[in-house]
């Protein structure tokens, strides 16, 4: 069974940087556009990034714009997410996603592929 496997959350002070992984597993993902969405304690699941399939066109939400880079790696079958200056509002479980089209990201919805998460908490 295909799944996604998300790492490199931590404990970061604030105005730190983390990258995340996403690793599939059991399936390659080189063809999908693939997508990082974030859950704060007690909030509803946000999107964060997508990209398109070969890496040419990336979409964020306002939110992050200038801090977040998602970055994916076809050869290494690896998708990631790069964050700059950390914030204590960034404070989430972040998953990665996939999907057969960049466009379910832009209509504000997802794929039916999603890894089990990894925390991000910032210390003010």
């Known amino acids: 069974q295909a799944q996604l496997v998300e790492s490199g959350g931590g404990l970061v002070q604030a105005g730190g940087s983390l990258r995340l992984s996403c690793a599939p597993s059991g399936h390659t993902f080189s063809s999908f556009a693939m997508g990082w969405f974030r859950q704060a304690p007690g909030k509803e699941r946000e999107f964060v990034a997508a990209i398109s399939w070969n890496g040419a066109v990336t979409y964020y939400a306002d939110s992050v714009k200038g801090r977040f880079t998602i970055s994916k790696d076809n050869a290494k079958n690896t998708l990631y997410l790069q964050i700059h200056n950390l914030k204590p509002e960034d404070t989430a479980a972040y998953y990665c996603?996939?999907?057969?089209?960049?466009?379910?990201?832009?209509?504000?919805?997802?794929?039916?592929?999603w890894g089990q998460g990894t925390q991000v908490t910032v210390s003010s």
């Open positions: 996603n996939a999907d057969y089209s960049l466009q379910r990201y832009y209509s504000g919805s997802y794929g039916d592929y």
